[in-house]
């Protein structure tokens, strides 16, 4: 059974950082493209960030261009979000999903991060 | 970047009856677009893909059709548990920038 569980939200002031890990299991993680999809409170979707099977490649929204860093360990089966400079814009619950073939199939539970002043 | 223009952004539906979502790209992403459901509190599911293929384990009384620039989400016979949120998506864009629609509210009458 594909399982991503997601890890690391909280609360965090604006400007100050934050890391969010996926564990997965249940498929090759190292086959597969792997992405963050965000959802601010009472709001719809926001692709963030994709990383390539290998890690050879990342693209991120505009928005957290520069901000955020997207890696995995493929051989932890394991992907991350790095956030720095956080904004209240940025709170969301952010979601790990895998790519199959550009869709979202396999979602996580989400994990919550919430900027505040 | 491609917008996802969904209308209408609530619809209000009785059980049994046929409803259909739509969803507009800004330009063209020939069948290049995916269907998701979401319900309060839980990571949205995937619907249809390529415009009008069902996921694994989707009800036939989900169907979806379009190219180009209009889509729409069909379903044929609403149950009690299809009142959720609906998003479309795009996936048309290289680098891969996917965009999402806004929405459409799917809820009882």
């Known amino acids: 059974e594909v399982q991503l569980v997601e890890s690391g939200g909280g609360l965090v002031q604006p400007g100050g950082s934050l890391r969010l890990s996926c564990a997965a299991s249940g498929f090759s993680f190292s086959s597969y493209w792997m992405a963050w999809v965000r959802q601010a409170p009472g709001k719809g979707l926001e692709w963030v960030a994709t990383?390539?099977?290998?890690?050879?490649?990342?693209y991120y929204v505009d928005s957290v261009e520069g901000r955020f860093t997207i890696s995995r360990d493929n051989a932890k089966n394991s992907l991350s979000l790095q956030m720095i400079s956080l904004s209240v814009d940025d709170t969301a619950v952010y979601y790990c999903?895998?790519?199959?073939?550009?869709?979202?199939?396999?979602w996580g539970q989400g994990t919550l991060v919430t900027v505040f002043s | 970047e491609i917008v996802l223009t969904q209308s209408p952004a609530t619809l209000s539906a009785s059980p049994g009856d046929r409803v259909t979502l739509s969803c507009r790209a800004s330009?063209?992403?020939?069948?290049?677009l995916a269907w998701y459901q979401q319900k309060p509190g839980q990571a949205p599911r995937l619907l249809i893909s390529?415009?009008?293929t069902r996921a694994t384990g989707i009800p036939a009384r989900f169907s979806g059709s379009g190219s180009g620039t209009e889509f729409t989400l069909t379903i044929s016979s609403l149950q009690s548990e299809d009142f959720a949120i609906y998003y479309c998506q795009q996936y048309k864009n290289w680098p891969p920038v996917y965009t999402f629609g806004q929405g459409t509210k799917l809820e009882i009458k």
């Open positions: 330009q063209s992403v020939s069948t290049r």
């Open positions: 999903v895998r790519e199959d073939h550009s869709t979202y199939i396999y």
């Open positions: 390529g415009a009008s």
């Open positions: 990383m390539s099977h290998d890690g050879s490649l990342t």
